[in-house]
């Protein structure tokens, strides 16, 4: 029987930070895939039943010691305030302390309705459960902060969305689901003593030793620049940064119209709702601090003496572009085998993009192509190669100036440039299959990503960039 080790705080905290309720079984569960890998990092026990382990993550069996609840928050969406938000498909079974003390949430997106669910059917379609699965656990073998997939499951059952689909549920896992939105809802209240709670209860969790409102609001900042730089040094674009998609672990969050840039493009949006583009490549910083600032104004009610806590906490948000810019600069220096977050660096690492840009490059081949033995000939792929000597020689020079050797180079840099990225087309491909019975695919696909950053021949129709003709363009929420 599979064993989890439960150990339930959130739970503890008042009930009006959650509904207590089980999941809504389905219909024929069937397992699609487990992380056999994750679930002995965090002490759970499968077993080798596949049709008990199937019955306990689509959630018609609750396992022994979960604490079934689903979590409220709120959350500005687009910009627009929603008060009232909350898990609306997700069913939290309970957290988990595994054997390094590490404490993670289990929970089952797509686990039928609860009483967030607004209009939604509480469910999730195989689509977006796939993607979600890829795509999270790709960001694991990148090293970046994220929740992670533990388990799929079909369930048997349709899902009507704009047209019928085969309905599915994730098992996600997270340092916690405590997001800006969860401060957010109850400061909108003014339930200082919830607020309060929220806020011991995530110092704890997560930034032990900060010392109170402002020592939290710092933590997160930096958490979160970091979390930013990391994403977009991979070309990668969230999609819909509302503030209940920004996790106080500094944890990526949400995956659904998420998406890795093929072709560089500072602006580019994939998500088919972001019709301004606010969430847009090179938005994203800027989005952050904004959510950051929500955060801030969540806060206040904890101050004493308001008026000096506005400008306390202003001032603070204020340092969160400093924060991203010193994040930034290391992750494009060691983009290019440099070393330190050094404006040097980044200034180059800028000019380099600018070219790419103008050049139609693939954002992933571009760098990994000069992470290799023939950096020069990085730019015949571009759609439009324009001169890239002048650059090189200035970059080699840097090299030279920091003593880095070819060797040494290569190592670094492909290191932190990946051969792989779950590309677009490729996580379409595998959702279009799997929606017809085939989910080799996906499994393909999945597996290739456990280990990103090594070229492999049997996977460069996976590495390469997507034919014109092949290219998705837009992401769907898809819910
Ligand atoms: N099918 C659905 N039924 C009920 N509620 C839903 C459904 N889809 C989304 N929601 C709710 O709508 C809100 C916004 O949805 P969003 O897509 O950001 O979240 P999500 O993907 O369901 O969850 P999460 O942010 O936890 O990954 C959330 O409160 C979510 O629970």
Known sequence: ?????????????????????APTPVAEPELIAVNEDLAARLGITLGDDREVLAQIFAGNEVPEGAAPLAQVYAGHQFGGWSP????????????????DGARFDVQLKGAGPTPYSRNGDGRAWLGPVLREYIVSEAMAAYGIPTTRALAAVSTGETVLRERAYPGAVLTRVASSHIRVGTFQFFA????????????DHTIARHYPGAEGPLGLLNGVMQAQAELVARWMGLG??????????????????????CAFMDTYEAMKVFSSIDQFGRYAYAQQPQIAAWNIAQLATALLPLMPDREAAIETFTEAVNGFAARFDAAWQGVLSAKLGLEGAREENAALAFDLLARMEQGGADFTRSFRALSGP????????WAAPGPLAAWLETWRARLAEEGVSEAERMARMQAVNPALIPRNHRVEEAIQAAVGGDYAPFHRLNAALRDPFNDRPE?????????????????????
């Open 236 to 257: 990668f674009i969230h999609g819909v940064m509302n503030t209940d998609n920004m996790a106080l672990s500094g944890e990526t969050i949400d995956y659904g119209p």
């Open 84 to 99: 009232q938000l909350g898990d609306g498909r997700a069913v939290m079974l309970g957290e988990v302390v595994a054997p």
């Open 374 to 381: 023939e950096p020069e000939r990085a730019a015949e792929a």
């Open 1 to 21: 029987m599979p064993a989890f080790p439960f150990d339930n705080s959130y739970a503890t905290l008042p009930d009006r930070f959650y509904t207590r309720l």
């Open 459 to 479: 996977i460069a129709d996976l590495q390469a960039a997507p034919a014109p003709s092949e290219a998705v363009t837009r992401t769907f929420c898809g819910t």
């Open 188 to 199: 909108a209240r003014i339930d200082v003593e919830a607020l309060q709670a929220l806020l």
